[in-house]
């Protein structure tokens, strides 16, 4: 992992969207189509002002979440709402939005109608990760419910319930996370960096392998 420090966030957020821009236009360079998943919560914002006019092809660019909260769109709460309201609009307005949140009771019935669009972007091109204080990153939170599956499992979407997560969640895989072409994490302030430290001195796990 290479760690790269920045002296504002404002020159992080635009240098992080600039990476990805050029992750994708490089990607569509070689083939038809690529694919980005990216973070909510209160950091990705200002890389999404940037990404969103970038000049690529975003019409043959898919978009999905790292993770969502089982939360209606319009809730404040809502990872998509975020997206959309900041990157999916401008020139990135042309790209595919796969959900990770539909009308069903609970994530768990969800997962068979979300699935099948997620797999089809895989390997992702590449990934824009947050983490939070506690070291989750996606919707992987330490003493989640399922957090085996979400680490060392092979399925795709995985559903998370944890002490510190107010509402049920859909998650990204770490296989589907590890298996992106490139990752980028992107945390502000000496809580995350601290919080970082502890996870990275954390011993291994075995490595996912990638989902089929
Ligand atoms: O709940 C979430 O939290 C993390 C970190 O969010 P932030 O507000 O501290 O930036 C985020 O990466 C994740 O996508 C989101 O669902």
């Known amino acids: ?28 360079s070689q083939g038809e189509e690529a694919s980005i998943a990216v973070s909510g919560g209160r950091t990705p914002g200002p ?10 092809d975003w019409d043959r660019v898919s978009v999905l979440l790292t993770d ?10 809502s990872n998509t709402r975020l997206v959309r309201e900041r990157l999916l609009t401008g020139r990135a307005a042309a790209a595919r939005f796969l959900p990770m949140y539909c009308d069903a ?43 085996a599956e979400a680490l060392t499992g092979e399925t795709i979407l995985v559903p998370i319930r944890a002490p510190a997560a107010p509402e049920p969640r859909l998650t990204l ?7 992106a072409l490139a990752r980028h994490l ?12 502890r996870a990275r001195s954390l011993p291994p796990r075995r490595p996912p392998s990638r989902p089929s």
């Not at 790269?4 to 490089?26: F, H, N, W």
């Not at 983490?131 to 989750?136: F, I, V, Y």
Request: proline share 9%.
């Open 68 to 77: 969502e909260r089982w939360v209606p769109e319009d809730s404040p709460r």
């Open 47 to 56: 890389i999404f002002d940037a990404l969103s006019a970038a000049d690529l």
């Open 1 to 28: 992992m290479e760690l790269v420090t920045y002296p504002d966030s404002e020159m992080m957020m635009i240098e992080v969207a600039q990476r990805l821009a050029g992750e994708l236009r490089q990607r569509l």
């Open 173 to 179: 895989s770490a296989a589907v996370l590890a298996g």
């Open 186 to 197: 992107v945390i502000t302030g000496p809580e995350k960096r601290e919080a970082l430290e």
């Open 105 to 147: 009771p609970s994530p768990e019935e969800g997962i068979p109608r979300l699935v099948p669009a997620i797999a089809e972007v895989l390997p992702l091109t590449t990934c824009l990760l947050g983490m939070g204080e506690d070291m989750h990153t996606a919707s992987i939170f330490p003493g989640a419910d399922n957090l």
